[in-house]
């Protein structure tokens, strides 16, 4: 690989605007030929063309025949990722990148230069773009892993679950699908905990699953076992990150565990620092902001899934 490969921004553009496009979705209904394809994509022929065969170029979908083009392996992923459209939450995380240069310079987060307000500002402002970024933290993630500890054996004390800034509640759905004594509360903002009711229903969990519409950084529901952090973390400075891991040593019982999910250091932490200024942890970086909330790290491990697993215990007063 060279410099300009690794510079080059045209392929990654271009599968946004066939995802945007839905082409694969077109292909895969029949329209192979570039006239049709084109009209039903609504997209200039000869522009589209184009398009498409520097992804054949690349090895993104198939041309049999000029001007007729087919699905490969690679291609058949876009029919089974919907947040890939510049029109979503894809969209934004796009269009944040060139904003990278300021967050490197000030250490802070510009997505508001390329949309006008911060990113959870944003989501705000603009409901359709926040149920797209929903949606990716909940299914679009895949149905998530309910081993949340790291000695699956300490199930058979925990009676109640909060899940703190969970989403529409798909991993809390889980966990109480997979353990029928236990309840749970879901913690979020308002706009997003109205959607958890449809997904608590659906995992027949319903009667066990409360929602709990407020900010994380408010006194959250006291008294529970566990306060599990998934995906949340890494989004946030240290400040803030340290804040919240406060409020749930507050919450918890005097026995209870904080277990926090990790994001490690790479590509997917830039993103957060683009996007709000967040960032990966290193298992003693988290130990450091962990003490400072009131919280010692008292397991690590590995959920099956992969993902690593933090448990903590709040420091006795």
């Keep these: ?13 271009c599968v946004h605007v066939v995802a945007t496009l839905h082409v694969a979705e077109h292909i895969a209904a029949g329209k192979s030929e570039i006239g049709p394809l084109a009209e039903a994509a609504g997209a200039h022929r ?20 000029p001007g007729r083009f087919a699905l490969n392996d690679l291609a058949r992923e876009l029919l089974e990722n919907p ?12 269009g944040a990148w ?25 989501l705000e402002a603009h409901p359709d773009i926040a149920a797209s970024f929903d949606a990716l933290m909940g299914p679009g993630h895949g149905t998530p892993d309910p ?22 509640g798909s991993l809390l759905a889980e966990v109480l699908r997979a353990h029928p004594t236990v309840r749970g509360t879901l913690v979020d903002l308002p706009r997003t905990v109205a959607r958890s009711a449809e997904v608590f229903q659906a995992a027949g969990v319903a009667d066990r699953a ?6 994380f950084f408010d006194p959250l529901p006291a008294g529970a076992d566990i306060y599990m952090l998934k995906s949340v973390i890494a989004d946030w400075p240290d400040p803030e990150a340290t804040a919240l891991l406060k409020r749930c040593a507050e919450a918890a019982r005097p026995d209870g565990r904080v277990v926090v999910f990790t994001t490690e250091k790479g590509g997917p932490e830039l993103l957060m620092m683009v996007l709000v200024g967040g ?34 215990r709040p420091v006795a007063s």
């Design 83 to 94: 947040f890939l459209s510049l029109e979503g939450i894809g969209g934004r995380m796009a």
């Design 279 to 312: 960032k990966g942890r290193s298992l003693e970086e988290f130990r450091a902001i962990a003490r400072d909330a009131g919280l010692d790290v008292s397991a690590v491990g590995r959920q099956p899934s992969g993902r690593t697993i933090v448990e903590c």
């Design 147 to 168: 081993e949340v500890l790291v000695n699956p054996a300490d199930w058979a004390s925990i009676r109640t679950v909060v899940d703190v800034g969970g989403g529409t």
């Design 98 to 122: 060139p904003t990278m240069l300021s967050a490197v310079r000030t250490g802070k987060p510009a997505y508001h230069e390329a949309f006008g307000l911060p990113f959870w500002e944003d």
């Design 46 to 65: 000869e522009s589209l063309q184009r398009v498409m065969q520097h992804l054949v170029s690349k090895g993104l979908f198939e041309e049999p025949t």
């Design 1 to 13: 690989m060279d410099l300009w490969e690794l510079t080059d921004l045209c392929t990654p553009w």
């Design 210 to 215: 409360t929602a709990v519409a407020q900010s």
